[in-house]
C-alpha cells in the first residue's frame, strides 16, 4: 500500500511551526508496511489543495489529510478535495443536528460559520469526531482512498484509532514490517557503508537504511517483513551480519540507548567508576556521563580545567609540562586524566584538551586538534591525537564522542577504530607505571 | 516570487525526524516576502524526487532542495533533478581535486563512494561548500531557479547565506519584512502574556509574536512592513515599549544572543572571572558557559561534584553540612560556591545541588528540588531554593538556566524576579562576611 500526507495550514508554511501531526501517522504506517511515498504541507488555500490532491489521486493508495475543517474561512480543505474530484458539497442534516446539539450543551448558540463544518463532499462518508466539532470525511477515487482529518492532535489521534488504522489492518495484511537498529560510534557514514556493502547484496538495498547524525554515530536500521516467525528469523540474521561486517564498533543494538549509557552500564558491570578531567570540552562529558537515571552510581565527578592554574592545581599537572609541551599536548592530556583519577579515586578517568577554536590555533595545532587521556588500574595510561572536522561545537562534542568510544573500548578489551585519531601524526606514549 | 521547499531524506518520512530545516528557510522567505506555495518531503528514490520536481518547474520562481548530496548510493537528488530536467550528469574535475584535497587535509584516503560528489547537471553552476565535503548545485529552468543543498544543517546554512539570501535579494523587492526580537529568562509564557498586553493593544495582535521553548526562556517577535524607515521606527517604538512592560527580565534584542553569551559579556565588562560547582547539573552549566568563543577569559574552571567525597576534598565543603543538611540544601549549595571561588580563585562562583530525578526524592525533597548558590567578592554569598517542574533533563536545564539568570542580576544589579524560586518556602540565609 502506498500512502501520501497532506497537512493543510498556512502557518505550517510559517517561520515557526511544522507539521508534527505526520509522525502519528508514519508510526502507524511503519507497522502495517504502508510506504510513504511523500509528505506534503499546503497553504489554505482552496486551488492549492486541490492540485496537490489532483496530483496524488489514481496514483497512490492512500491519502491522510489533516486540518483546515475548522469552520473560519481560511478552513478550505473540503472545498479544495471537491475540487479535486469534480464534485460538489451538500449541507448534511445529520452533521448539522450533532453540531447543535454539541454548542446547545455548553449552552452556546451556534455560530453561522459553523454550518460549513457540516458540508459534506458528494459520495464521501461522514467520520465521526468524538472529542471536537469538526468531523472527518472518507472519500474513495479510483484506487484512492481519502481520508480528511482535523489538525487538532487530539482530534487527529481519536480518529487514527477509531478509522484510520482499522481501514488500514483490514485493507493491508495486517503488521507487516519490524525493525532492528544497530548503531555505531566513531566511524563516518562511507566506512561504514563501505564495510555493510556485502549485506546489502545479501538481503537487499531496501532491507537496510543508513543514517549519520553527523555527529559521531552511525544508525544502522534493518527492516523486515513477512509473517512474524519470517520477520524475527530475518532481523535476527541482519542484525547478525551487520554487527559483524561493521566489527566492534557497533556499540547498541538498542535504538534508544546512547553511547553515555553503554559506557554507564559497562562500568556498572565492572563495577569500576569514573572521573573526568576536560578541558575543550568544557563540562559536556561529565554532562553527558550524567544524563543518564542513576548515574551516581558509576560517575564520581570532573574537573573543567579551562585555565592552566586549574589544571595544576586541581589536577596536579606539572606546570613544567604546560611549559614544555602546552596545554595541548599529549603530556598534559595524560597528566590531566591520571591527576583526576588520583584525586577523585575513581577506576579510571578520562581528560580531554583540545583547540576547539575559532581561536587558539598554531600553525603545528590546528582547530580540531585534540588529545585525549584515559588512566586506568594497574598503571593504565593511554593517549589519543585527534584531527577533528566541524567548528566549536562539532569538535567539542566529537571530542566527547571518542572519549567515551575510548572508554568503551578499554571495558571491551577491544583497540579503538576511528579514522578521527590518526595515530602515526604524533609518537604514541609508551605505558607509564601508575601513580 | 513563489517558492517550494522540496527536503529529500527517506529517514524524514520515517517515524522520527522531521524537516527542520525548511523553517531556516521560511525565515528567510519572510524577510524577503517570499511566498511559500508548499513543502514537500520526499524519499530518497530517483524517480518520486524526478517527479515532485517535475511538478513544480515552470509554476513557482524557486525551489531549494535539501539533502540527499552526501556520498552513499542512496543520495540520489541529483540523479532526480536531472532526470526531471532531461539533462545528464557529467564529472567536474576542479569538485574532485577539492574533495582529495579536503580528505588528505585530515589525513585520509577518500573513498571511492565520495567520487559521485563531484557530480554536476548539465547547465548547473556550482555551490561551494565551505563547511562540509558536499558541493551545492544551481540550475535554471524556464522561469524556475532550482537550488540543490547539502541537508546537514550547518552546511546548508552556509550555503543560504553565501549563495541563496543574495539571489533572493536580487530577484525579490528587497527586504519587505523586519523583525525585532526580545528574550526573556525565568519567566513562564504566560507571566509574559500577561505583561504586554498593553502592547497588543497598541501595535495590533498580529504584530507581536510570543513563543516559548520550553527551557526557562521565552522569546518576543515584533513585526513590522512598510518602507525600510517606517520598519525601523516601528520596531524601536515596540522594542521600547515591549521591554518596558517585561522588565529586567529581558536579558537581551539580539535575536542570536544566548543567556551564557550575555552573562560571559557581563562577566568581561566587568573585569570578572566566573568558576562553577555542580552537582545535579553534572557539568551542564560549566558547558554552557564555556559554548562561546573565547570563554577562556572569564571561564576559570569547574568542578563537577556528584559524589560526596568530591564535595568534601575538591570543594572543601564541611563534611558535617552533609552530614546535617543533606548535600542538596542551601548550606551545601553556598559551601560549594565558595569552595569553588576560593580554590579556583575567580572572582564569582555559582553553585548547583538538586534532585533531577527519577531517582533520588525523599518527602520534603521532591524530584525537581534545587538550591543555586553564588558567592563573590566583599563576602557575597546569596541562595535560591527552587521547584522545578519536568523531569532529569528539564529540572538540569532549568537550574543551569537559573543560576545564569541569578549571575546575570547580580552583574546588572537587579532583583532574580522568577516564579520558580518560591524563596519563602525556605530561610533566606543572611549574607556572612568571607571566610
Known amino acids: 500500500m502506498l500512502a501520501a500526507i497532506v497537512a493543510v495550514g498556512s502557518e505550517l508554511l510559517g517561520t515557526e511551526r511544522l507539521d508534527t501531526n505526520s509522525l502519528r501517522l508514519t508510526a502507524l504506517f511503519d507497522r502495517y508496511g504502508v510506504e510513504l511515498e511523500r509528505k506534503v504541507v499546503v497553504g489554505d488555500l482552496e486551488a492549492e489543495i486541490s492540485r496537490v ?17 475548522g469552520p473560519t474561512s481560511d478552513d478550505v480543505t473540503r472545498e479544495g478535495v471537491a475540487r479535486a474530484l469534480g464534485r460538489s ?53 479510483d484506487r484512492t482512498q481519502i481520508f480528511l482529518f482535523p489538525g487538532v492532535p487530539r482530534e487527529l489521534d481519536g480518529m487514527t484509532v477509531a478509522t484510520l488504522e482499522p481501514w488500514i489492518a483490514s485493507h493491508s495484511g495486517g503488521i507487516a514490517r519490524e525493525r532492528a537498529v544497530i548503531k555505531v560510534a566513531a566511524l563516518p557514514e562511507s566506512t561504514v557503508e563501505e564495510r555493510i556493502a556485502p549485506a546489502y547484496e545479501e538481503f537487499g538495498r531496501e532491507a537496510i537504511t543508513i543514517l549519520a547524525n553527523g555527529r559521531g554515530e552511525v544508525r544502522l536500521e534493518a527492516v523486515a517483513t513477512g509473517s512474524s516467525a519470517e520477520r524475527s528469523a530475518r532481523l535476527t ?12 564498533a557497533v556499540f547498541t543494538t538498542d535504538a534508544d540507548a546512547t553511547l553515555e549509557q553503554v559506557v554507564g552500564s559497562l562500568l556498572e558491570q565492572a563495577g569500576a567508576t569514573i572521573a573526568v578531567a576536560e578541558s575543550c570540552t568544557g563540562g559536556l562529558l561529565a554532562e553527558r556521563l550524567t544524563r543518564t537515571p542513576g548515574s551516581s552510581s558509576t560517575f564520581l565527578g570532573g574537573i573543567v580545567a579551562y585555565a592552566n592554574t ?6 596536579g599537572v606539572d606546570p613544567a609540562l604546560l611549559e614544555r609541551h602546552g596545554a595541548v599536548s599529549a603530556e598534559v592530556a595524560i597528566a590531566m586524566a591520571a ?12 581528560s580531554t584538551t583540545g583547540i576547539a577554536g575559532p581561536e587558539g590555533a598554531t600553525a603545528d595545532k590546528p582547530v580540531g586538534t585534540v588529545h585525549l587521556g584515559l588512566a586506568g588500574p594497574d598503571g593504565l595510561l593511554e593517549h589519543r591525537a585527534l584531527r577533528l572536522p566541524g567548528g566549536r561545537e562539532g569538535v567539542r562534542w566529537m571530542s566527547t564522542q571518542l572519549a567515551l568510544e575510548m572508554m568503551r573500548r578499554q571495558l571491551t578489551r577491544s583497540a ?10 604524533l609518537p604514541q606514549l609508551p605505558r607509564e607505571g601508575g601513580r
Open 53 to 69: 490532491v489532483g496530483e496524488l489521486i489514481g496514483r497512490v493508495d492512500l491519502i491522510v489529510m489533516s486540518g483546515g475543517l
Open 310 to 315: 586549574v589544571k595544576t592545581e586541581q589536577l
Open 89 to 141: 458539497l451538500t449541507p448534511d442534516a445529520e452533521i448539522l443536528r450533532g453540531l447543535e446539539e454539541r454548542f446547545s450543551r455548553l449552552g452556546w448558540r451556534m455560530p453561522d460559520a459553523n454550518r460549513r463544518q457540516a458540508l459534506v463532499i458528494d459520495g464521501a462518508t461522514v467520520v465521526p469526531n468524538p472529542v471536537g466539532s469538526a468531523p472527518g470525511l472518507a472519500i474513495r477515487e
Open 416 to 425: 579503538l577504530d576511528t579514522p578521527w585519531a590518526p595515530l602515526h601524526q
Open 237 to 248: 540474521a541482519m542484525v547478525s551480519r551487520l554487527t559483524g561486517l561493521v566489527g566492534d
Open 339 to 350: 591527576g583526576a583519577r588520583e584525586r577523585m579515586g575513581s577506576t579510571y578517568a578520562l
